[in-house]
């Protein structure tokens, strides 16, 4: 846990689930005190400081103003609506309420991830000049995984561009800044039908063996994209990678060096600087993840007792 | 957590360190109620009914049979005692109390190493004919680290051996079975002088700038062993490995193909299974730890954060 | 050696180059048994079968035809001259002239490449939905590396998408098939003036310490293409990767599985197929090249040399 | 080709095998002008200046001192003859002869391997206090290998230990230097017997359906070794090592740093080098093989032709 939050005690209050017994189900798992069927219960209770929502994409735009108007501190998942617009909207809501306004882009707090925001940032690579962003997924690459407003446009905003897309480009932001331009957008649809559904949610949805319906949004989506700082990259996001089940990475190549992270192998990064070694016997280092990566603390206990003896406390 | 866990509420009761200032340290960023500064406060209170025990390795043998006779249950750090004898005093003090006795043995948690015990109990790799099992520190590495009890023999049991040896011996039976015979033990003690210790405690111990004092025991163990199904191994232990931190790794060579496992790497396993691929074309799997590797569900809410989307609770 | 060439005595006849101390150089170094200083030496004798030409980009519209109407077979340097049109001008000379006309495209006898181009061609990875394309080098890196023709539009037809562009396009058609669209091409010049050539030649060419001129063409290229197949894919060429000397690398993903093939590895290819093991233990497996690679046998006496024992000749 | 061999020509003599047809076939193969049945008509030819031996292990005891004594220098692969002794005679013979004595010692030629070599020399690494070597082959996994000469210790002098030890006991020696004692040595026989050879040979032979024989030597080794410089180590052979077709490698620790070879990526090195990069940022280096490396430049042309473009000659 970060050092700000010491002393804070969290209460996990309240799920919210049109589903009853889908709610109380995970009240149970995760030891939530109450469960509801409904939002309003929530943002009547002055107990409740603040809301983690994890909804389709579409139900933002709807939801979340409400949620800030009653002064709820807001955690939502990406994407934050369906396009720029309604993410705009709630951005201006949370703003007007005066409540901290957070999305889950968590693979910011992986350490080797993190470590190499810092290299960009500190200048050990020198100028970034090329990246590469990608997220590989496998969950769309079956023909039988069905059609789930995932895999409909006016329902999801995009396909891989928004759903694992929005982790990528993120990931870009962070670690080589803000994209100034998409120079271009191939988006492909590579599995233009699926069997429409039967029952079941999320990704445990069931497949109907009979009736199939259209696909209009991307399996596929390749990016060329450029960055305020000048740097021009690939963005590569693929739903349908098979033998790839979820893997984001990033490699930047700098005046100075380069470095690569995917993570499918989170707890190491590999790093080249120039001017290491003598010459023809220099390469990339691979480094592990360790206690000077960030946020390798807050993990620190259970790293700690796999070394074989304790750890001490500082 | 476990399943079996589901439902029992445990409760962070005491830390105990004669440094009253520690105990009180740790008692806060952890949750712990009270603190104490002598076990007997915690054999005396009847509210505890276990103890986690984390001690120089010459004190176990004085300190359990306490605890276990007061009614506690146990769960301690490796090793268990300085030496066979002890460790016999121990479990055999456990069993005539009637209480759990539970070894820190937490590779053992590790989805990939207890995927790896699968494949071999399983009998995917068919009879293990050959292993490898090893773990490089290198914590002693530097001629600078302070000659804490760890370098001493008679407060040790053993150097590299004991300390570290314990989880790779551990990680051996777990994955090949019991050893039957160390057929050659070649112990070397590479650094044969340290800094006496000037304060501080544990790893975080600081040395003496003009004293220094006798290692006796191993830096280096190199064993030939013999398991009792008839498996022939090395086992390599240092606590010198200059530039690899912290990593257990085991290998294993069957009569149907072969595997490895590195905790310094410890979200993949590295499978080979003959007749899979047309002749000239196979070779060895690398397999992302996933959902369907053991303990990998105990985490899944903080690796299902990192998918991108919220994972289904079956 | 392939075996339709068993029997065919080659000799090496004559080095041509201007510079007649460096063609004796070679020519000695490589048993040539003449030098000339002029093509045209060549030409007229009857001797010469075929001329394996090395040119400067923009000398090959030039010099091919005329070697070609002498009746000799030729083999060039990639690329053949500085663009299509130039290319197919020397493709119908040699066409008309009824000689073998090859180019040297390197990288497909490399058994791992040859290989990957066969589990495409068989359908054992499916239909290839997605690839990518690249050559990282870094001959270009330094701010300090001179203005040789290379950078120089006029004279070299492209920066790094026609000199290590040719190589990676080839290699795509090679694995995955012909291009069929060139979606978009980001070409950006990083290092936008060099100093000027100050004697020698190539690669081995020196700097001016004092003048410097400009580049106008691209040290990255960044090409998002669809293949006939209607494959989409990525194409990334850098002459300025700092780190990376030499490496050109595809990867492919279809609908049964994905390969990755990069020739800084070059003895190594990772495959995956679906289907292989039993659920969330499957993952690419790393194939070593062997002697069931195309092309590795016409280098077998040196490997099996290697294997410490005799090979049987079949 | 080493620089001291430019302007020898080598002439491709003789082939003697005592089966005609395959001593024609291999000189056919590669250029040899005769060939014989018996090495007398070698040993008694003064145009032959050097003859190499590809013979079973027992065989050279009795054949090498012949070829010394008439004159020729020589070049055999190892193991020179059955034991320590044989080898002494063998030795002996060619000094007293006054001629070159060389073993086909093959992997000391490898760029990456010699490269390592130089890294311990200069001390790169510090003081050598581990190592491990290995050599990991699958020729006699199989148990339907016919029981060749190989798997008869009278023939053979030894199983895994000579055969494939004698290439790893040498890189040890290449390395770390010379072994001065064999703490243990663990040799298994893991596959007791096996079909009787049924014609053919060498590696190509062929296998009774109905007869079986006794194996009476090592299918595993497993050496526990000290140096003379003081280092400890593990040899582990195995010629029994499924999916592991033929990988030697061998690793070493020093006080510096440690690094890594393998055979079956024999392209690159692994270094770690203390005290290149910022605390808990250091890591081994992936080092590919180039022109630094020596022996690197006896395969230029090969390697510079798959660069893209021409390499110029000093």
């Given at each position: ?115 190499l925001h810092e290299l960009v940032a500190d200048g050990t690579l020198g100028d970034i ?47 080589v800044g ?51 700082s ?22 930047v190549?700098g005046t100075k060096g380069?470095a ?13 600087e120039s ?40």
């Amino acid at each position: 846990m970060d050092d700000e939050l010491n002393g804070v005690k969290v209460v996990l209050h309240t799920v919210v689930d049109p589903n009853q017994e889908l709610a109380e189900q995970v009240a149970g798992k995760y030891g939530f005190l109450h469960t509801a069927t409904d939002i309003q219960t929530v943002l009547d209770d002055p107990e409740i400081d603040a809301v983690s929502m994890a909804l389709p994409n579409r139900m933002y735009v709807d939801v979340v103003p409400k949620v800030v108007a009653a002064g709820k501190h807001i955690f939502c998942e990406k994407p934050l609506g369906l396009d720029a617009a309604e993410a705009e909207i709630i951005v201006k809501a949370a703003e007007e309420a005066g409540v901290v306004n957070a999305v889950g882009f968590s693979f910011r707090r992986i350490p080797a991830l993190a470590a190499l925001h810092e290299l960009v940032a500190d200048g050990t690579l020198g100028d970034i000049e090329w990246f590469r962003g990608y997220y590989y997924a496998d969950y769309g690459a079956s023909l039988e995984e069905p059609r789930s407003w995932r895999y409909i446009q006016k329902q999801s905003g995009g396909g891989a561009v928004a759903d694992i897309g929005a982790h990528t480009l993120d990931t870009v932001r962070y670690v080589v800044g803000d994209i100034a331009e998409v120079t271009s957008a191939q988006l492909t649809t590579v599995i233009t039908e699926r069997p429409m559904p039967a029952g079941g949610i999320g990704h445990s949805i069931k497949a109907s063996a009979t009736e199939r319906g259209p696909v209009d949004n991307d399996d596929i989506a390749n990016l060329s994209v450029k960055t305020a700082s000048g740097a021009v990259g690939n963005v590569t996001l693929s739903r349908i990678a098979c033998g790839v089940p979820n893997d984001l990475g990033i490699e930047v190549h700098g005046t100075k060096g380069y470095a690569e992270f995917s993570s499918a192998n989170m707890d190491q990064l590999v790093v080249y600087e120039s001017g290491e070694a003598k010459p023809g016997f220099d390469g990339a280092r691979t480094i592990v993840a360790g206690p000077d990566f960030p946020y390798f603390g807050t993990t620190a206990a259970q790293k700690s007792s796999a070394e074989g003896h304790p750890v001490e406390i500082a």
